[in-house]
């Protein structure tokens, strides 16, 4: 039998325990943590989104805003108002431009609102309803907006921010800065729908709004529900009632069975969508098929979100629905609406 030399044994055997050992001494120095000596591998904690503030400083006065629900007078920073009413009242998802044009609508709105001297009750300036402007507070957004609301409310505060200060004029001073949400196409004189004509809220075209999925609507209401509304007689065939229309294709009057009323007064009593309606009539219902959603006055929110995805921003946006209007610093205003405050 042959035996095994002693050195080459030796050898063998180191070779051996290096293979063993080796591994165990690079991983454990990286293993190896705090005082117990015991092996634990973290992984690296995700930073959680921080909220784009905005500075208290841009906010050159507050708004008493009525809350409908507690009958409480919130005061808001001016630019903290204006966010609030831009996620209240435009999709978040909408583009940043079309975005900061509604931030200035929103903003020449209560600045106008606020050098009026115009007050809801001895504390209060607006309310939180369509009556002013839609106004929800942080923790009703959140609600809303679930695990989306820290990257809605950034964008939106982002836009606020670029747009701080800024307002919208005509002639040097705050226009009435009506919107709403989806046109037939094209936006509607003021003096067509309300009673008085202004410069700049004259028609203009919006071919956008096709892509808003409010644009074309239905609305199914029995005949006699119609009647008790309307307090008029239909006449047999649909047919027989005769409209006029206004310059932007909504309806200016309609005659019902010798009884006349505006576009607007249909739209309101029947609660449609809009004044750019027709009638159709099928077993004893009427089918009022409507184009566009809102009153249709001023600047359109899916226009501008169009407008925006075509490359415009927020000037030209503006600039487009307000007619002779310029974005101008508010400065001259700030005074004179802290006042009224």
Same mark, same amino acid.
């Given at each position: 039998?042959?035996?095994?030399?002693?050195?080459?044994?030796?050898?063998?055997?180191?070779?051996?325990?290096?293979?063993?050992?080796?591994?165990?001494?690079?991983?454990?120095?990286?293993?190896?943590?705090?005082?117990?000596?015991?092996?634990?591998?973290?992984?690296? &904690?995700?930073?959680?989104?921080?909220?784009?503030?905005?500075?208290?400083?841009?906010?050159?006065?507050?708004?008493?805003?009525?809350?409908?629900?507690?009958?409480?007078?919130?005061?808001?920073?001016?630019?903290?108002?204006?966010?609030?009413?831009?996620?209240?009242?435009?999709?978040?998802?909408?583009?940043?431009?079309?975005?900061?044009?509604?931030?200035?609508?929103?903003?020449?709105?209560?600045?106008?609102?606020?050098?009026?001297?115009?007050?809801?009750?001895?504390?209060?300036?607006?309310?939180?309803?369509?009556?002013?402007?839609?106004?929800?507070?942080?923790?009703?957004?959140?609600?809303?907006?679930?695990?989306?609301?820290?990257?809605?409310?950034?964008?939106?505060?982002?836009?606020?921010?670029?747009?701080?200060?800024?307002?919208?004029?005509?002639?040097?001073?705050?226009?009435? #800065?009506?919107?709403?949400?989806?046109?037939?196409? %094209?936006?509607?004189?003021?003096?067509? %729908?309300?009673?008085?004509?202004?410069?700049?809220?004259?028609?203009?075209?919006?071919?956008?709004?096709?892509?808003?999925?409010?644009?074309?609507?239905? &609305?199914?209401?029995?005949?006699?529900?119609?009647?008790?509304?309307?307090?008029?007689?239909?006449?047999?065939?649909?047919?027989?009632?005769?409209?006029?229309?206004?310059?932007?294709?909504?309806?200016?009057?309609?005659?019902?069975?010798?009884?006349?009323?505006?576009?607007?007064?249909?739209?309101?009593?029947?609660?449609?969508?809009?004044?750019?309606?027709?009638?159709?009539?099928?077993?004893?219902?009427?089918?009022?098929?409507?184009?566009?959603?809102?009153?249709?006055?001023?600047?359109?929110?899916?226009?501008?979100?169009?407008?925006?995805? #075509?490359?415009?921003?927020?000037?030209?946006?503006?600039?487009?629905?307000?007619?002779? #209007?310029?974005?101008?610093?508010?400065?001259?205003?700030?005074?004179?609406?802290?006042?009224?405050?």
């Amino acid at each position: 039998m042959k035996r095994w030399k002693g050195p080459g044994f030796i050898v063998v055997a180191a070779l051996l325990l290096m293979i063993l050992i080796l591994p165990t001494l690079i991983v454990v120095p990286f293993i190896n943590s705090g005082e117990t000596g015991e092996a634990r591998v973290t992984p690296e &904690k995700e930073k959680e989104p921080m909220l784009t503030t905005i500075p208290e400083d841009l906010s050159p006065f507050t708004v008493n805003v009525l809350r409908s629900k507690t009958n409480q007078v919130e005061e808001v920073p001016l630019e903290e108002y204006v966010a609030r009413v831009v996620a209240s009242e435009m999709p978040a998802e909408f583009e940043v431009e079309a975005l900061k044009a509604q931030a200035l609508a929103a903003r020449t709105y209560i600045v106008k609102h606020m050098t009026n001297g115009e007050k809801v009750s001895g504390q209060a300036d607006v309310t939180d309803t369509i009556q002013h402007q839609v106004y929800k507070d942080n923790n009703e957004l959140r609600q809303q907006w679930s695990a989306d609301y820290m990257e809605k409310m950034n964008k939106i505060n982002t836009a606020v921010i670029d747009t701080a200060g800024k307002i919208i004029t005509y002639e040097s001073q705050p226009i009435f #800065a009506a919107f709403f949400s989806t046109s037939n196409g %094209y936006t509607e004189n003021s003096e067509d %729908y309300w009673e008085n004509a202004l410069p700049y809220l004259t028609s203009v075209e919006s071919p956008w709004d096709q892509e808003s999925p409010k644009y074309m609507d239905q &609305k199914v209401i029995p005949i006699a529900d119609a009647e008790a509304k309307l307090g008029v007689k239909f006449p047999p065939n649909v047919s027989e009632i005769k409209m006029t229309k206004t310059e932007s294709h909504r309806v200016d009057n309609i005659s019902i069975n010798g009884k006349t009323f505006s576009g607007r007064d249909i739209r309101e009593k029947l609660d449609l969508r809009s004044s750019d309606f027709t009638v159709g009539q099928k077993d004893g219902h009427l089918i009022f098929t409507t184009k566009g959603y809102g009153h249709g006055i001023g600047m359109s929110q899916y226009g501008a979100n169009g407008m925006a995805k #075509a490359g415009k921003n927020y000037e030209e946006i503006v600039q487009h629905y307000y007619k002779g #209007a310029k974005v101008t610093e508010m400065n001259q205003f700030t005074a004179l609406a802290s006042t009224k405050n």
